[in-house]
Every structure is written in structure tokens, then in C-alpha cells.
């Protein structure tokens, strides 16, 4: 499983799960992925509850529960001590051997990779939106910028900003995994004035195009994303 580990979070890995802990802005802001233990369930949820608190965090999101989950007992037993079912995912994955999909885009919208202060500010005005987040403004958008520039450049990954009547409409973000010639379309997301009106199909091309250049195999679209 790919989890999301940037630099500002703090990240536990143990045998039974990989606890991250995100900034409390985020709305999941304390996530158990890897969840490969046939421990008791109740132990499971203990530790990653113990963990989580001594973070001063009261709620865990256990992610990518499935009918593979080694323990198959884990989700039931989430459920039996109070937890609920925040959101269910779909994880679509595309042959780009034969290039991009024909995806019909309008003529006025522009889509460029986030690479400037503006443009980051952009992307946090799409996505805090989006996704009912409040990104705080006393990250500095200059670093941002410059650590996104660096990403493009290198072809590490990058987030694309789309613009639609003069305004920021769409955003979304990508990461190359080389070694599995994959590519993660990850965090997409418009404004709720532009939905319907293409700004998210012109960032999902921009992003395959990129992908495509850069010869994976296959792009990986993690659902849902808020478009």
C-alpha cells in the first residue's frame, strides 16, 4: 500500500500497522494504514489508540480495510466498539502503453504545474474547499513553491492548478513510484462554481500527459477525490 508520509508528519511503523499523524487541519489528521497483523483485533486497536493518544489525538482512521485484510475480525470489531464507515474507496488503475485517453476538454481553461507562491495559494483555495480542510497560512508559500518546483523538475511528482473564468478551479497532485513504473494520481479536487464545466478533466489530462511522458505503465486513480 502507498501511504502519504511527507516531511511534517510523524510516523510510527510497527508489525501490526504504520501510524501517521498529520496536522490537525487535515481532516484525517491521525491514519492507520498497513494493517498486515493477525493479532487479536482488540490488541490492534489498542496499540494504535495508545499511540495515537500519546499524540493527544482521540480518533484513528484505519485505511484500506478490505476483504484482504489479513485479519478479516478488524473491521467488524471497529465497528462493535463504536467506530463508522467515514468513506469508502476505489483504487482504478490505467494502461497508459498505448497513451492518454481522448478526454474532451473546453477551450477555456489553462492548466499549469505548481511551481509559484500564487499557484500554491491556488491549490490550498481548490483543495481546502474541496475537501473541508483549513490549510494554515503560516506555511510559507515560498518554500512550498520551491520544494513543488523541485519535484516537477526532478520527476519526482508535482500538483497541477487549473484556471477557469480567471479563477483557480482545479487542482490535483501526482507521484512517480520508478521502481513499479507507477504513477499516483492522488488528491484531486475542483470548486463547487466549476463543476461540470471540464476544469477537472483539464487537470486530469495534464496530469496523464505528464504521466505518460515519463513512461510508467500504468497510472494509479485513488477514489474518492472531490470533482
Known sequence: AIVWEPDFAEVVRT???????????????????????????DDVIDAALAQARSWSR???????LSSATPNPSLEPRLLERGGHVAETLSVLALDLSEGVPDVPVPDDVSTEPV??????????????????????????????????QEEYDQGRGGVFVTVLDGRPAASGGMTFYPDDRLVLLWGGSSTKAAR???????????????????????SGYQSPDRH
Open 115 to 148: 511551481t509559484t507562491p500564487d499557484l500554491v495559494k491556488a491549490w490550498d483555495a481548490v483543495s481546502d474547499e474541496a475537501f473541508e480542510n483549513e490549510t494554515p497560512n503560516d506555511e510559507d508559500p515560498d518554500v512550498r513553491a520551491r520544494a513543488c
Open 196 to 218: 461540470g464545466r471540464g476544469a477537472y478533466r483539464a487537470n486530469l489530462l495534464a496530469r496523464l500527459r505528464r504521466a505518460r511522458r515519463h513512461r510508467p505503465r500504468r
Open 58 to 64: 482521540d480518533t484513528v482512521w484505519f485505511c484500506g
Open 15 to 41: 508489525d501490526a500497522f504504520t501510524l501517521v499523524k498529520y496536522p490537525m487541519w487535515l481532516q484525517q489528521h491521525c491514519q492507520a494504514h498497513r494493517l498486515t497483523s493477525r493479532s487479536p483485533a
